[in-house]
């Protein structure tokens, strides 16, 4: 069973580090990657058919037979849910969520939002609502559909935006296992330039104009 679980993290390893090194420089060539990541050409070979395969990554041919590596919106989402999944079995990851957090929290009172719902019932919205009382912003409820809870940390949990009675100024996405698609629900509510985003999550601003689905 170990095995199989360290087998699966390895793999998840190869897989966030190839889509990172995609999204850095699409033209680095397989050889690069293969001694960026420490691992085989072949393997790097096999791996970047599999992410093609699955829609997370495209090619395009470039000139003197090289290839040009481009993530698509799958696999920006695809490496945004990894590097969630890597920091939280990681102990630097409530660190780095504070660190966020306190960040996106500057942010927020930078833009003159003082009252703020968070996108996702998790870890993260714990380190937020935390982060939240030495920052002076308030929390006024928890956005998460699939939650069973009324209430988690002292915030009231719904299942929509609609459902919040309280005013609010802004949305924080804090949903650690769908953070893309908790992005895409809080900017279709609220409009992009009123939901933030820890870095940690890897959530890509929208550009305007374009359609958040």
Same mark, same amino acid.
């Given at each position: 069973m170990d095995r199989l679980l360290d087998a699966e993290q390895d793999n998840e390893r190869i897989v966030l580090g190839l889509l990172t090194s995609v999204e850095t420089d699409g033209e680095r060539s397989q050889r690069h990657i293969a001694a960026e990541l420490g691992i085989a050409l #072949?393997?790097?070979n096999a791996y970047l058919k599999r992410c093609v395969n699955k829609g997370l990554v495209k090619v395009n041919n470039a000139?003197?037979?090289r290839y040009v590596y481009y993530l698509t919106p799958h696999g920006f989402a695809e490496k945004s849910r990894l590097t969630v999944q890597y920091l939280s079995?990681?102990?630097?990851f409530f660190r780095t969520a504070k660190s966020d957090c306190t960040q996106v929290l500057d942010a927020a009172k930078a833009? #003159?939002?003082s009252r703020l719902v968070l996108a996702g019932q998790s870890d993260l919205a714990e380190i937020a609502i935390l982060c939240a009382v030495e920052a002076s912003v308030d929390i006024v409820g928890i956005v998460d559909p699939h939650s069973q809870l009324a209430r988690f940390v002292g915030i009231d949990v719904f299942k929509s935006y609609a459902e919040v009675a309280q005013?609010?100024?802004a949305v924080i996405v804090t949903d650690l296992s769908s953070p893309s698609p908790a992005f895409e629900t809080a900017v279709l509510a609220l409009g992009a330039d009123r939901v933030l985003a820890p870095a940690l999550l890897g959530l890509r601003p929208l550009a305007k104009g374009v359609s958040a689905t």
């Open positions: #072949g393997l790097v000139p003197a037979r079995n990681s102990f630097s833009g #003159g939002f005013h609010f100024d």
